[in-house]
């Protein structure tokens, strides 16, 4: 039988996910191999350098550079507080007459004194980060002074476009079908650090009234670009997403514009109602593709198989979704895979396979222009 690889979306109710949570710089790791972590819970820690700052002390004294010592009363690794007096003259004849001082601008610590540039240099404190295991799980492997792996198993689903960082809530349905548009009105008072489920789409008026509210998340069909613009008040362009400073963080399924959530990805988000869930809108769609994630850990027995899982193989029968005009967004299963390269609009001579549409239509697209779903 002919087949291809292709990268395909996850769309999983029992599944593994190993998350790497990594420190930026070396720090130090605060769990060890085999431990329960949940999904608040720091797993490393480190100190980030604070900003050098320069303190131009012969400048603002009138002095020369090779007096600095003489005037500044601080020296190399003494702690300076912001408004303290650090530097001042005599003033004229020593009766205090035009008398120049210079009060600390920041807080810190003196890292130089130079008596060439006559500039004082001052470290402001460390900026203490943590990393977050971000899911419940367990510590499957540790990197020395950088971080941890996370296992965690559950329903994983993953989505075509996403803003926003990560963020954790309780999953709640707000829609009836995965058709309904996702409106300000299906947002109640009491949805505050929730992940809310809509279904094709999202109007503006609901993106402004998740982020009066308080939502932790929202999961659509499909978000129009225009919103997005509204948002955040610029083009979002082609570069990785996740780091927007928003409230809430956005995913979509499907794609742009109203596109109904996949009917079995609503059907999954909807069984997980009032499970906490993670949710993460970093997207890469170049090289190192990032998708948008949503992962609710669920509880096990012990030894409990997981079910195997469709390997993202284009074959007879395999559930796609076409990812290009003039079908995008569209679901299907693919039901030939002609070996002969065909010709497509630009006259270029490409693979192609054949679908039917969830619609019930027969089209012929590039395999290029599709992505495999992967379910169990």
């Not at 999904?39 to 480190?46: C, F, G, N, R």
């Not at 929730?194 to 008026?205: A, D, T």
Request: proline fraction near 5%; include cysteine; charged fraction near 25%.
């Amino acid at each position: 039988m002919a087949s291809a690889y292709t990268p395909g979306l996850t769309v999983s109710g029992d599944t593994v996910v190993q998350k790497v949570r990594r420190l930026p710089i070396k720090g130090e790791v605060l769990v060890k191999e085999g431990d329960t972590v949940a999904y608040d819970q720091s797993v490393a820690k480190a100190d980030l350098p604070g900003l050098l700052q320069t303190l131009r002390i012969a400048e603002k004294l009138g002095i020369e550079a090779k007096d600095v010592e003489e005037y500044f009363q601080l020296k190399e690794g003494d702690p300076i507080t912001k408004g303290d007096l650090v530097a001042e003259t005599p003033g004229l004849f020593g009766l205090g007459w035009f008398k120049q001082e210079i009060h600390a601008e920041y807080t810190g610590v003196v890292e130089s004194v130079s008596k060439i540039t006559g500039n004082a240099l001052i470290r402001e404190p460390a900026i203490p980060v943590e990393i977050p295991a971000y899911v419940d799980g367990k510590v499957i492997d540790t990197i020395p002074e950088e971080g941890v792996v996370v296992e965690t198993r559950g329903a994983m689903v993953q989505g075509i476009f996403g803003i926003g960082g990560e963020r954790s809530g309780t999953l709640r349905t707000a829609v009836d079908d995965h058709t309904v548009l996702l409106e300000a009105s299906h947002i109640k008072d009491d949805d505050a650090g929730k992940l809310l489920i809509g279904g094709s789409g999202v109007s503006y008026e609901a993106l402004e009234r998740a982020a009066e509210v308080g939502v932790a998340g929202l999961v659509v069909g499909a978000v129009k670009d225009v919103d997005l613009m509204e948002l955040l008040g610029y083009d979002i362009g082609v570069a990785i997403t996740g780091q927007e400073e928003i409230s809430f963080t956005l995913i979509a399924t499907e794609g742009f514009g109203q596109l109904a959530m996949a009917d079995r990805t609503f059907e999954l988000l909807k069984s997980l109602e009032g499970n906490r869930a993670s949710i993460n809108g970093a997207t890469q769609i170049r090289a190192g593709v990032i998708r948008p994630e949503v992962i609710c850990p669920i509880h096990h027995a012990e030894g409990d198989p997981v079910p195997e899982h469709s390997a993202s193989i284009l074959e007879i029968g395999t559930p796609i979704r076409i990812i290009r005009e003039p079908y995008f967004g569209e679901l299907g299963q693919v039901t030939g895979l002609p070996a002969e390269l065909q010709a497509v609009e630009s006259g270029a001579m490409v693979r192609v396979l054949s679908a039917k549409l969830a619609s019930g239509d027969e089209v012929t697209v590039p395999r290029a222009n599709v992505e495999i779903i992967t379910t169990s």
